[in-house]
Every structure is written in structure tokens, then in C-alpha cells.
């Protein structure tokens, strides 16, 4: 059963880091992507950034470039979402999910339970 499980949220002041991992199960990293997406107080979900399972692409949302990093353990079955540089407007519940590599909700199957990020002084 495919399953994936997000962690490391909390609670950070402006300009500080995080790490998310995503844990996946039921299936192995080499054979889909895994995407990233956040939703943020009374907004729509929007992607955030993927990394493709079968070549290691990785491709990330104009907001976020240059300070946010995805990366893949698959020895861990395990994929990574380093934060920096965080701002106010980054303050989301941040969901891995199952698919291909893109950043449309549409095309994932399967999603985490999401981590809560909260970027306040």
C-alpha cells in the first residue's frame, strides 16, 4: 500500500531554517516522483517543488527558488525539503505526495497527512 508520512514542521522566525522529510512506503522512490505542496490560511494548495524518482530531476515554484532544496535519500526511502530564508508568506501545512514531477495537485495519487510550518517572530 503506497503510504506517505511528512515531518519536521514547527514553529521558526523569519529568515530561519527547516527540514521536511517525507518517508514514503509501498513503493520505492526510483519509480515515481515525489511532489511537494503547501496550503496556506484560506488559500488553494499550490505545488512547491518535485524531484523526479527516475532521473533525480528536481524542479521548484518561482516563490520559492533559491531558497528552498528537494533532495532524495533512497537508500531511506526518504525525501527532503530544505527550507531557508523562511518568510511570513511561507506559513503553510506542507504535504508530500505520490505521482510524477510537476506541480499540479492533479497529477499526484497519493498524499501525507502534512506538516504545519509557521514562520512568526
Known amino acids: 500500500q503506497v503510504h506517505v508520512v511528512e515531518s519536521g514542521g514547527g514553529l521558526v522566525q523569519p529568515g530561519g531554517s527547516l527540514r521536511l522529510s517525507c518517508v514514503a512506503s509501498g513503493f520505492t522512490l526510483d519509480d515515481y516522483g515525489i511532489g511537494w505542496f503547501r496550503q496556506g490560511p484560506g488559500k488553494e494548495r499550490e505545488g512547491v517543488g518535485c524531484?523526479?524518482?527516475?532521473?533525480?530531476?528536481?524542479y521548484y515554484a518561482r516563490s520559492v527558488k533559491g531558497r528552498f532544496t528537494i533532495t532524495g535519500d533512497y537508500a531511506k526511502n526518504t525525501v527532503f525539503l530544505q527550507m531557508n530564508s523562511l518568510k511570513p508568506e511561507d506559513t503553510a501545512v506542507y504535504y508530500c505526495a505520490v505521482g510524477g514531477c510537476t506541480l499540479a495537485v492533479d497529477d499526484y495519487d497519493y498524499w501525507g497527512q502534512g506538516t504545519q510550518v509557521t514562520v512568526s517572530s
Open positions: 524531484i523526479s524518482g527516475d532521473d533525480d530531476s528536481v
